[in-house]
């Protein structure tokens, strides 16, 4: 379950009934005042995944509270429910101290439809290094942890299934990982959704 220092993977973390929650809760964030989009990187490439942020908006390579890139409506505030989820996460992760102390204050919510991938990056906005919380719902895929130092080899290929919890802090905190592929056809019944969705929560320090 500790897949490196400060990577805790801890699989079908959240039962049937809190992945249909969290489908139903994507659903309306997916809709809310800044629309899902794909985002067009500084290259003039655009991301096959299609996201939307929560609290704090996040552009390559910077995060802002209002959507830059498309319209500059206000980004929605960041929920209390998705607070109260990361602490729990990380404690179960971590144990409850380190759970206690998390206030994640953005989230990021990425969906995949079966031909989206997201290549290996480092995630380095923030200007704090907690944690970072990342919770699967839908079709399964491949995703890759890598190093710290580039993006090349070591790196371990994982896969993530829905409602599989991974916490990524400490020495972790600044690893290259990416999405190699979906897993078409691994969605579980019963959740109410087809394609993978993503909520990933970080704390940016940006108060
Ligand atoms: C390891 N999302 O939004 S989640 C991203 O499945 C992102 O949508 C992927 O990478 C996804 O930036 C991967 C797993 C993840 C997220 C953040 C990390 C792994 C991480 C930050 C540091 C190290
Ligand atoms: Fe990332």
Redesign the pocket.
């Known amino acids: 379950r500790e897949l490196a220092p400060g ?1 805790v993977h801890l699989p079908g973390w959240l039962d049937a009934g809190r992945q249909r929650e969290l489908v139903g809760l994507c659903r309306s964030w997916a809709s809310g005042p800044v629309p899902m989009r794909a985002v067009k990187m500084p290259n003039g490439g655009v991301m096959s ?1 299609r ?1 939307v942020s929560l609290g704090w908006h ?1 552009l390559p390579y910077r995060y802002s509270r209002t959507a830059d890139d498309v319209g500059g409506a206000a980004v929605a505030p960041f929920p209390d429910v998705l607070g109260d989820l990361g602490r729990e996460a990380v404690e179960a992760a971590y144990g409850p101290d380190e759970g206690s102390r998390y206030e994640p204050d953005a989230a ?1 919510i ?1 969906y ?1 439809d079966d031909a989206a991938k ?1 290549g290996m ?3 380095r906005e923030e200007r704090v290094n907690a944690p ?1 919380v ?1 919770l ?1 719902l839908g079709t399964a ?1 491949t ?1 890759r ?1 890598g190093n710290t130092e580039n993006r090349n080899r070591p790196w371990q290929d994982v896969e ?1 299934a829905s409602g599989d919890l ?1 916490v ?1 802090g400490g020495p ?8 190699l592929r979906t897993l078409p056809g691994t969605a579980p019944t019963g959740i109410g959704f087809e394609g ?1 969705l ?1 909520i ?1 929560l ?1 704390q940016t320090g940006l108060g």
């Open positions: 990577a995944v996201s996040w990021l990425n995949y997201m990056h480092q995630d970072v990342s699967s895929c995703f942890f993530l991974f990524f972790s905190r600044f690893a290259y990982h990416g999405v993978r993503n990933t970080r």
